[in-house]
Nanobody
Framework: VQLQAFGGGLVQAGGSLRLSCAAS????????MGWYRQAPGNQRELVAT???????NYADSVKGRFTISRANAKNTVYLQMNSLKDEDTDIYYC???????????????WGQGTQVTVSS
């Protein structure tokens, strides 16, 4: 299972960015997908998650500004980030919770991280 994230960059405060993350896998099904972020020296924190059926969960700090979505047929998750603030500056990591067909074990995989920098 491999995850590759795209879409980070430098944006002015108040601007928007869209992150995407595509999973390459065989023999597995993806349950939930999500985005997390981490600044150097800090713990990785949840930004948003989405289940296979589309149920979403957001950190309070991003509610109303970020929208997570996914394209199940493409094994891809997106994060639309609007009204960006300085404090959104972080490395963003995508995550996939996967399960091998016919098995109950669940595994978590992470993408390589993409830098989002918001300038004021």
């Amino acid at each position: 299972v491999q995850l590759q994230a795209f879409g980070g960059g430098l944006v002015q405060a108040g601007g928007s960015l869209r992150l995407s993350c595509a999973a390459s896998l065989s023999g597995f099904t993806i349950n939930a997908m999500g985005w997390y972020r981490q600044a150097p020296g800090n713990q990785r924190e949840l930004v948003a998650t989405i289940t296979k059926l589309g149920t979403t969960n957001y950190a309070d700090s991003v509610k109303g500004r970020f929208t997570i979505s996914r394209a199940n047929a493409k094994n891809t998750v997106y994060l639309q980030m609007n009204s960006l603030k300085d404090e959104d500056t972080d490395i963003y990591y995508c995550n996939a919770e996967v399960q091998r067909f016919g098995r109950s074990n669940i595994y978590n995989y992470w993408g390589q991280g993409t830098q989002v920098t918001v300038s004021s």
